[in-house]
């Protein structure tokens, strides 16, 4: 394989490498950390407001001395606001650190006639102004939404602070008042009035004016948020899908996962010659792509390059899941990049398939004692359903689904039976009207009629299949999707189906030699954790459901810059594939219409897609 993809010469291989993290963004964004937390503590804490302690973050950039303790306070929360943008090299924070530090210098002299600490904080605004094309990264896709999320979280953190504010001065505070009487005056003054607690002397001026900061700025940013342009996540238009589409009809045997490049909540970037392509979605900054770039190998290196040079002008640390080995290679050699064993996808050749032999011989008694208790498979492509029946499966599917969340990102196409999808295959599993279980009475018809359970599977070139999606109902029989699983390969040869992959299972390498005789202290250690593990992620489960085919395992691999990356690049890939959700939820009624992800596989509950 790596002498499939062209040379790349070394200025192209340092174009590609991607954002490393840079000097001057990362100190000036600690630093604004830093003396945040220092003109916080300055304005609220009276003893460290004349502390030597503060007097050091003068020379920081953005203090604003100890005089004010409002100003200071502010100072200290729109740095904290600031100081991540700032690493990330964000334009719009680089614009709002340049007029803060004037700002800063100003206060210096005005307030505490320093012309050091003036001239100090004007020294530390040259150096941006120097840097500043550090500082070019674009905005992250946003909506309006995130005005909502910042005033819940703002007025959280505002209460929290002002109660600190208001319990700061216990030697100052006039009588003993109770938490409530607290909690009231903060929220009295954050909109501006007076509360319930009183002060000795100037106190009393000093947390009013250091509460109605917080309001305010808590005002002013959800207000800006709220009126600022949006820049929504970018979505797979139908001229990409019609090229992704005209790729994947002539290299879509590479890669199984190659389908699911046509999730319409992915965007895309395309080599200059257009032969190749790189889906992916941008989740809390990591920008994930997943599986191999789609189309002619020869072209991959500039699709990447692409790629990389996207996640360099918005700042967004690059991620790949999934990929193949040869796609590991071709994306560590071309960007630096590195790679991790992250699981093994189970491939099943039909040819080689067969319910006989000790083997097989659970999954043989499991289809045989449900085709017993009277249940009924058909295997058909999507093109050969009629629309009522299904308008019926996707309903069921819904309905089935099992969680509130939609799950699926890397291994979930996102949809059924949509017109574009005619070569998608479907099995569905059906009880014959009048047939009994073993030792159970004639149940009556379901909502969905004599439907059970629903396997869905995407094309893999011409000749192959991969699994989708899994659904049952809950009342039918266990075993639904073994049932199905063997009626698809059973059915492949009239399909022209060679081959079928199925679920995919995580660091199944590990659980399959801490198991074996000999296993060292260490192997055995990590396949207990991941054991463990699987009470919530099934990932165990999941790989003894794959063996019951008796597949071929084929890894994939995560593509990561650095191993620092690795705890972010996670969370976002949860957040993408639907088991961690950090937005606000929304009611259902209010929720837009964008296409949605299916859940993730859940192999052994019987219930979800591929991807655990």
Same mark, same amino acid.
């Given at each position: 394989?790596?002498?499939? +993809?062209?040379? &790349?010469?070394?200025?192209?291989?340092?174009?590609?490498?991607?954002?490393?993290?840079?000097?001057?963004?990362?100190?000036?964004?600690?630093?604004?950390?830093?003396?945040?937390?220092?003109?916080?503590?300055?304005?609220?804490?009276?003893?460290?407001?004349?502390?030597?302690?503060?007097?050091?973050?003068?020379? $920081?950039?953005?203090?604003?001395?100890?005089?004010?303790?409002?100003?200071?306070?502010?100072?200290?929360?729109?740095?904290?606001?600031?100081?991540? =943008?700032?690493?990330?090299?964000?334009?719009?924070?680089?614009?709002?650190?340049?007029?803060?530090?004037?700002?800063?210098?100003?206060?210096?002299?005005?307030?505490?006639?320093?012309?050091?600490?003036?001239?100090?904080?004007?020294?530390?605004?040259?150096?941006?102004?120097?840097?500043?094309?550090?500082?070019?990264?674009?905005?992250?896709?946003?909506?309006?939404?995130?005005?909502?999320?910042?005033?819940?979280?703002?007025?959280?953190?505002?209460?929290?602070?002002?109660?600190? +504010?208001?319990?700061?001065?216990?030697?100052?505070?006039?009588? *003993?008042?109770?938490?409530?009487?607290?909690?009231?005056?903060?929220?009295?003054?954050?909109?501006?009035?007076?509360?319930?607690? *009183?002060?000795?002397?100037?106190?009393s001026w000093t947390v009013a004016f250091s509460l109605g900061a917080l309001g305010l700025i808590t005002a002013v940013t959800t207000v800006y948020l709220a009126f600022r342009p949006e820049h929504p996540a970018a979505r797979l238009t139908?001229?990409?899908?019609?090229?992704?589409?005209?790729?994947?009809?002539?290299?879509?045997?590479?890669?199984?996962?190659?389908?699911?490049?046509?999730?319409?909540?992915?965007?895309?970037?395309?080599?200059?010659?257009?032969?190749?392509?790189? !889906?992916?979605?941008?989740?809390?900054?990591?920008?994930?792509?997943?599986?191999?770039?789609?189309?002619?190998?020869?072209?991959?290196?500039?699709?990447?390059?692409?790629?990389?040079?996207?996640?360099?002008?918005?700042?967004?640390?690059?991620?790949?899941?999934?990929?193949?080995?040869?796609?590991? #290679?071709?994306? !560590?050699?071309?960007?630096? $990049?590195?790679?991790?064993?992250?699981?093994?996808?189970?491939?099943?050749? +039909?040819?080689?398939?067969?319910?006989?032999?000790?083997?097989?011989?659970?999954?043989?008694?499991?289809?045989?004692?449900?085709?017993?208790?009277?249940?009924?498979?058909?295997?058909?492509?999507?093109?050969?359903?009629?629309?009522?029946?299904?308008?019926?499966?996707?309903?069921?599917? #819904?309905?089935?689904?099992?969680?509130?969340?939609?799950?699926?990102?890397?291994?979930?196409? =996102?949809?059924?039976?949509?017109?574009?999808?005619?070569?998608? $295959?479907?099995?569905?599993?059906?009880?014959?009207?009048?047939?009994?279980?073993? =030792?159970?009475? *004639?149940?009556?018809?379901?909502?969905?009629?004599?439907?059970?359970?629903?396997?869905?599977?995407?094309?893999?070139?011409?000749?192959?299949?991969?699994?989708?999606?899994?659904?049952?109902? &809950?009342?039918?029989?266990?075993?639904?999707?073994?049932?199905?699983?063997?009626?698809?390969?059973?059915?492949?040869?009239?399909?022209?189906?060679?081959?079928?992959?199925?679920?995919?299972?995580?660091?199944?390498?590990?659980?399959?030699?801490?198991?074996?005789?000999?296993?060292?202290? +260490?192997?055995?250690?990590?396949?207990?954790?991941?054991?463990? $593990?699987?009470?919530?992620?099934?990932?165990?489960?999941?790989?003894?459901?794959?063996?019951?085919?008796?597949?071929?395992?084929?890894?994939?691999?995560?593509?990561?810059?650095?191993?620092?990356?690795?705890?972010?690049?996670?969370?976002?890939?949860?957040q993408a594939e639907g088991f961690v959700d950090l937005a606000l939820p929304l009611p259902r009624f209010l929720r837009r219409g964008a296409p949605a992800a299916r859940p993730c596989a859940h192999g052994a509950a019987e219930q979800g897609v591929r991807a655990a």
């Amino acid at each position: 394989m790596s002498g499939g +993809v062209p040379g &790349r010469s070394n200025r192209a291989r340092r174009i590609v490498r991607g954002p490393r993290p840079e000097a001057v963004p990362a100190l000036v964004g600690r630093a604004c950390a830093v003396v945040g937390v220092l003109d916080i503590a300055a304005g609220v804490f009276p003893r460290f407001r004349h502390s030597r302690m503060h007097a050091m973050a003068e020379v $920081l950039p953005g203090s604003l001395g100890p005089f004010a303790a409002a100003l200071s306070l502010s100072a200290g929360v729109l740095l904290l606001l600031l100081a991540h =943008g700032l690493k990330r090299r964000k334009r719009r924070a680089w614009r709002a650190a340049v007029a803060l530090l004037p700002a800063g210098a100003v206060s210096q002299f005005v307030y505490r006639h320093s012309v050091i600490g003036a001239l100090i904080s004007l020294a530390l605004f040259v150096p941006l102004v120097i840097h500043r094309d550090e500082f070019r990264a674009l905005p992250d896709p946003r909506s309006r939404w995130r005005a909502l999320a910042n005033f819940v979280l703002m007025s959280a953190g505002s209460l929290a602070l002002g109660l600190v +504010v208001v319990s700061a001065h216990p030697k100052r505070t006039i009588g *003993d008042p109770s938490l409530a009487d607290r909690i009231t005056h903060v929220l009295y003054g954050l909109f501006g009035f007076e509360g319930p607690v *009183d002060y000795e002397g100037s106190t009393s001026w000093t947390v009013a004016f250091s509460l109605g900061a917080l309001g305010l700025i808590t005002a002013v940013t959800t207000v800006y948020l709220a009126f600022r342009p949006e820049h929504p996540a970018a979505r797979l238009t139908e001229e990409d899908e019609v090229s992704l589409r005209a790729l994947l009809e002539k290299h879509g045997a590479r890669d199984s996962l190659g389908h699911f490049a046509l999730r319409r909540d992915k965007a895309v970037v395309f080599s200059p010659s257009g032969k190749a392509a790189v !889906t992916y979605r941008v989740v809390s900054g990591v920008m994930l792509a997943s599986g191999d770039p789609i189309g002619d190998v020869e072209a991959w290196p500039g699709a990447i390059e692409r790629f990389m040079d996207e996640a360099k002008a918005h700042s967004w640390t690059p991620a790949v899941m999934g990929c193949s080995e040869t796609g590991g #290679e071709v994306w !560590t050699r071309e960007t630096g $990049l590195d790679a991790l064993e992250l699981g093994d996808e189970a491939v099943v050749d +039909v040819a080689d398939f067969s319910l006989a032999g000790r083997a097989m011989r659970n999954v043989r008694q499991m289809v045989k004692r449900i085709e017993r208790a009277g249940y009924e498979t058909r295997v058909r492509r999507i093109r050969d359903l009629g629309e009522a029946e299904l308008d019926r499966i996707r309903r069921a599917a #819904e309905d089935w689904r099992g969680t509130d969340t939609e799950r699926g990102f890397s291994m979930a196409l =996102g949809r059924i039976g949509d017109p574009t999808d005619g070569d998608c $295959l479907i099995a569905t599993a059906h009880r014959i009207e009048g047939a009994a279980g073993e =030792g159970r009475a *004639d149940e009556a018809p379901g909502p969905y009629g004599d439907l059970k359970a629903i396997l869905h599977f995407v094309p893999w070139g011409s000749d192959g299949v991969s699994l989708d999606l899994m659904r049952r109902d &809950r009342t039918a029989d266990p075993g639904m999707n073994e049932l199905l699983i063997v009626a698809a390969l059973q059915a492949a040869p009239k399909l022209g189906i060679t081959r079928i992959s199925l679920n995919f299972a995580m660091f199944r390498a590990a659980l399959a030699r801490g198991e074996k005789i000999g296993a060292g202290p +260490v192997l055995r250690a990590w396949r207990g954790l991941l054991v463990f $593990l699987s009470r919530w992620f099934q990932i165990e489960s999941l790989y003894k459901f794959n063996a019951k085919f008796q597949p071929r395992w084929e890894p994939r691999f995560v593509v990561y810059r650095a191993s620092g990356d690795l705890p972010r690049i996670g969370l976002a890939a949860m957040q993408a594939e639907g088991f961690v959700d950090l937005a606000l939820p929304l009611p259902r009624f209010l929720r837009r219409g964008a296409p949605a992800a299916r859940p993730c596989a859940h192999g052994a509950a019987e219930q979800g897609v591929r991807a655990a």
